[in-house]
């Protein structure tokens, strides 16, 4: 079987006006390739009009088609006559969560189950990349403590999440297991997945509904003002991520799950680095110590154990694999973070 991407078929993308979707459609499109991207609603010009840019610049034509993760049978139109699916379409936040099953877990799982199911369907598709998440490698930082290593790598699985505690994380788990059970019971389709640390970047939208913008718009305009977490985060720029899934659709040979990380900071690491760019942010001026976070961190969406699991403790990734297997190079920290606060200002959004 030639296990081969054709350029000239379409490639479907999902979630295509979502942050990271939005740069894969727009490399795909400057290659010259069709893409049918799924939104959920085409009439939704706050979170679509973007694309209608991206279109009439680039050389590729833009189709989209409105589907719900939810809803069976949605992704049938879209999929038809691709080879190369890239599924990203998945709930991403991680504060103001009521009904976590009802917001996390059955878009990520069913949607997945759903996008496949339309894969298995299409006599055409290929190869599928799925767009997980370093958070279905580990669940907190706290468990690497155990480990021959300080470091996470492709070989971990996150064990600790579920509905209560990491709600998104167990949501990106239960996804790609499923993604990986469905793949083993056919053989017209390959797998490969991309494990993205936290993206930051510059957004090609207004948007700020991705938790890397809200989490890159609250550190710098004065949300934490009085003081932030010690949090550690692998971070990685959002146009090398987007690289990263053309790079796995494209290449034969490419296989297996992907961690792609540029390095890792704490917060007031990545408040240095902003402060050497920029006067003029409201950034954290100090770190708040662990004890205060134990009393006023409830109040505030923090509960005791992701304080006890996450805060003060270091977090590694080997990247090296996203390297050979996929030729990854990553842009630097101090680039992506520069970049995205300049787009947040162009854009007004500060
Ligand atoms: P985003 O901008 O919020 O994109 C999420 C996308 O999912 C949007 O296009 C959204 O569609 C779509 N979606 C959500 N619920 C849906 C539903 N019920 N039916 C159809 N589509 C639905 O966030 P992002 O950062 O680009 O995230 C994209 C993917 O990357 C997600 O799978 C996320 O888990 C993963 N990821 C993100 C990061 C990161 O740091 N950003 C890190 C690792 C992995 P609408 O446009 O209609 O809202």
């Given at each position: 079987m030639d296990d081969s991407i054709n350029p000239k078929k379409p490639i479907l993308v999902t979630g295509a006006s979502g942050y990271i979707a939005s740069w894969i459609v727009k490399y795909l499109l400057e290659k010259g390739h069709t893409v049918h991207g799924t939104v959920?609603?085409?009439?939704d010009e706050r979170k679509t009009a973007h694309l209608s840019k991206i279109q009439s610049k680039d050389g590729g034509k833009l189709k989209l088609f409105e589907a719900d993760?939810?809803?069976?049978?949605?992704?049938d139109e879209a999929i038809k006559g691709c080879e190369l699916v890239i599924h990203t379409a998945s709930p991403f936040k991680f504060q103001g969560i009521k009904d976590p099953q009802k917001e996390l877990i059955d878009p990520a799982l069913i949607g997945t189950r759903n996008v496949l199911e339309a894969a298995n369907r299409n006599?055409?598709?290929k190869r599928v990349v799925l767009t997980s998440s370093v958070v279905a490698i580990f669940g907190?930082?706290?468990?690497?403590?155990?480990?021959?290593?300080?470091y996470f790598t492709e070989?971990?699985?996150?064990?600790t999440s579920n509905l209560k505690h990491q709600p998104y994380s167990f949501s990106k788990t239960l996804a790609e297991q499923e993604a990986w059970k469905m793949q083993e019971k056919q053989s017209q389709w390959d797998l490969v997945v991309i494990n993205p640390g936290f993206v930051m970047g510059p957004s090609l939208?207004?948007?700020?509904?991705s938790a890397s913008v809200s989490f890159i718009k609250a550190l710098v305009d004065g949300t934490y003002k009085s003081g932030a977490p010690e949090l550690h985060f692998g971070f990685v720029d959002v146009r090398d991520v987007a690289k990263a899934h053309i790079l796995a659709g494209f290449k034969p040979e490419a296989t297996g799950r992907h961690i792609l990380v540029a390095g890792s900071k704490s917060m007031m690491e990545v408040v240095d680095i902003l402060k050497s760019g920029y006067n003029d942010l409201k950034l954290p001026s100090s770190t708040v110590p662990k004890f205060l976070l134990y009393l006023i961190g409830p109040f505030n969406g923090f509960s005791w154990k992701y304080i006890n699991r996450n805060v003060g403790i270091p977090l590694k990734f080997d990247n090296s694999y996203s390297k050979k297997d996929l030729g990854m190079e990553y842009t630097g920290i101090e680039e992506t973070l520069t970049d995205h606060v300049a787009q947040l200002k162009s854009a007004q959004l500060l």
């Open positions: 959920r609603s085409k009439k993760l939810l809803n069976q049978g949605d992704f006599k055409s598709t907190d930082p706290a468990d690497i403590k155990g480990k021959d290593r300080d070989s971990d699985w996150n064990t939208s207004k948007r700020i509904d």
